[in-house]
Structure formats: C-alpha cells, structure tokens
C-alpha cells in the first residue's frame, strides 16, 4: 500500500556542504567542483533509475547541464553561511509503473516549483528494495527576467492606505527629513523578493503531492498528507527507516521501533473494532428498551384525569442517553481492574501469611521460658 513521505531540507555552506556534490550523488554523475577543482564522481551509484532537470523559461538554457546550473549558484552563494539549494524528498507509490512515476514527478515538479521561478534538477532512486523514492532540488534565488539571478531581499517604499509613500518625520522639527542633494526622505522596508521560504509553503507542497497521487487511486487507496492526529486517528506514526536499517533488519533499533509501533496499532485497531460492535449491540439494546416502553404504556388501563388549572398532564419523556466510546479509557479501565484483582490477591496472601505465623507462635506445647513440656 502507497505511503506519505515527503519532507524538506536545506544544503548550506555552514553544514560544509556542496551543491555540485549533492547534485552528483543524487544524478549519480561526475562533475567538476570550480571552485575547489574536485572532481565529484558517483557513476558508480546503485540505483539512480532517472534524472532530469526544469528549468523556468527565464532561465538560461545553459542551466540544462547539471554542472553549469550549480556552479553558476555556488559563484552567486559565496558567503560561508550561504543556504545553496533546497531539497525535497518524497516517497513513490509501489503501485505505479515507472513511466507513472516519472510522469507524476515532472507534473509534481512544474506545477509547484519550476512555474513559481526556481530550478529543478530531481533523481530517481529504486534499489528493488520497496523504497522508490526522488530527490528534488530546488534553487533559492529567483532568476530575473534578463537571466540573472536577483536578490534575496528587495527594498520597497511603506505606503499609506491612500497609496501614498509615508514620509520619515524629524522628532525634533516634526517635518520631514531631507536627506542628501536636498532629497525627502521617505519610509522603506525589505522584503524577500520571493515567498519560497514561507513556513506554510511546506504544508502546500505536502497537500499538493498528496492530491497529485490520488489522481492515479481508487478512492479507498487516497493519500491524506495530515498527520493522525489532525486525522483524528488513533494510531501511532512510525519513523523513517532508511536503506541502511532495512538491510540490518531485527538489528536495527529503527525496524524494533517500528515493529513495536504497529503492534501497538494493530492492538488499538482491534479495540475499536470491538467497540464499535459494542456500539451497535448497545444501540439495538436501547432500541429494544424504548419499544418495550412504549408497549407497556399502551398496555396500562386509561384513569379518568381530573381538570385542574395548576396542575399540568403528566408526560412520560425517554430521553436517549449520549454515550461516547473511546478505545483508550476501556484500556486504561481494564488495567485499573487488573491493577484491583492483584491488589485483593495480594492483601489476601498476607493475611493468610499472617494467620499462619500467628499459629506458628501459639503452640500450647512449648513454654519459651521453660522450654517444652516433658
């Protein structure tokens, strides 16, 4: 069954990484770093079943070669805490052909990414091991109708709500300041000259590649990119395995963490199936009460009522008691019962210890000053 897998992270100098070096890992290609003069070499890779790179229209299409596109960023990202490209990856669905897969990652790809002005250069990795899955990454900076890259940040005047510019007041005067050549001065902000780095960015590409699976599912296979919770299931989420801890096996602590966590699922699914066949067996019970009820008003002998202006006809009302079923208070019920069986069995073994050591001390045929009787 198809799983939800994508999460977002950051290549950057200040970690000592390299794009020229993650873009040859993931593509599983040699490339040549430029500004160190290394030479990056993955052909021998395993497993890098497709690469590709998009480009939006504005960018030069010299950008097309891998190594060209990313030493073109490391020349433009030269601070030592530069963020040199952003990476998201995400699980394939098992249950698509490999054209599929690569059809939905392109769609995927251009709709969110490549037609809001970054670059895309993505991979294919599937060693055969139930774990398909791609590596996009993105540019950080927007590229400039001319082909060159823009800013991170851009400078802008604050207008009023008249759409004027609102000039910078002198405290001391309370007029407006002139600045240099005798020039008004007026109030500026920065802004980021994208909105790529927005906090909900991530959750709409979460959304969005959900939606972008369910296209090829029946409904009762879709996607849902919540979490549980936000779900309202009661389930526990497993962790990110990875290549290395499927190949241990029972050795790694990530596969025994992820076992214990379905089975506790497993045991919580049971529960709410019970319950709810509890729920149905309780709701034909208040059925079969309310009938019964109601047969039993019809059965009782009509008496004559006697016309009084302050007292009301006695009604007979049933009112349906609301009862809510919760999986996890019939557990901890449970154990509070097996916690009271064990309580009661061990306060009776010490009151049985306690009469036969009062048995042991009474013995009429010892004296313990005189010792036994003889």
């Known amino acids: 069954m198809a799983i939800f897998h994508l999460s977002v992270k950051i290549i950057s100098r200040s970690k ?18 430029q500004e160190t003069g290394q030479i990056k070499d993955f052909t021998h890779k395993r497993g890098v079943q497709y690469s590709e790179i998009q480009l939006p229209e504005q960018a030069p299409r010299a950008y097309n070669d891998r190594e060209i596109l990313w030493n073109a960023v490391q020349v433009k990202e030269a601070k030592s805490n530069a963020q040199l490209a952003r990476e998201v990856e995400v699980a394939l669905p098992v249950e698509l052909t490999r054209d599929q897969q690569i059809q939905l990652v392109h769609d995927y790809v ?17 060693k055969a091991d139930g774990n398909p899955h791609v590596h996009i990454m993105l540019t950080m900076r927007s590229i400039k109708t001319t082909g060159e890259w823009a800013s991170k940040q851009k400078s802008g005047y604050i207008l009023d709500e008249n759409g004027h510019k609102v000039p910078q007041i002198d405290p001391k005067t309370h007029e407006q300041k002139i600045g240099a050549r ?48 936000r779900q309202a299931k009661e389930q526990i989420p497993t962790i990110h395995e990875g290549t290395v801890a499927r190949q241990m096996g029972d050795r790694s602590d990530r596969v025994q963490i992820n076992q214990a966590i379905k089975a506790q699922n497993s045991l919580l699914q049971q529960l709410e199936q019970e319950w709810e066949q509890l729920k149905q067996q309780l709701e034909r019970l208040k059925a079969a009460l309310v009938d019964l009820q109601e047969r039993l008003l019809r059965a009782e002998p009509k008496q004559p009522l006697v016309q009084d202006k302050n007292t009301e006809t006695q009604k007979l009302e049933i009112k349906e008691s609301e009862t809510t079923y919760d999986p996890h208070k019939l557990y901890e019920l449970m154990q509070e019962k ?7 069995k061990q306060t009776r073994e010490e009151q049985e210890q306690h009469e036969s ?5 009474y013995n009429p045929g010892i004296n313990r000053e005189r010792g036994p009787r003889r």
């Open 338 to 344: 097996l916690r009271e069986a064990k309580q009661a």
């Open 16 to 33: 000592g990484q390299s794009a020229i070096a993650s873009a040859a890992y993931r593509s599983g290609q040699r490339l040549v770093d």
């Open 110 to 126: 251009q709709k969110n990414f490549v037609d809001q002005g970054m670059c895309a250069d993505w991979s294919l990795h599937d």
């Open 357 to 361: 050591t009062k048995m042991n001390r």
């Open 182 to 229: 005798g020039r008004k001065m007026w109030k500026r902000t920065t802004q980021t000259y994208n909105d790529w780095n927005n906090r909900d960015k991530v959750e709409n590409w979460r959304e969005s590649w959900a939606e972008a699976c369910n296209k090829y599912f029946t409904p009762d296979l879709q996607l849902d990119h919540r979490s549980y919770q």
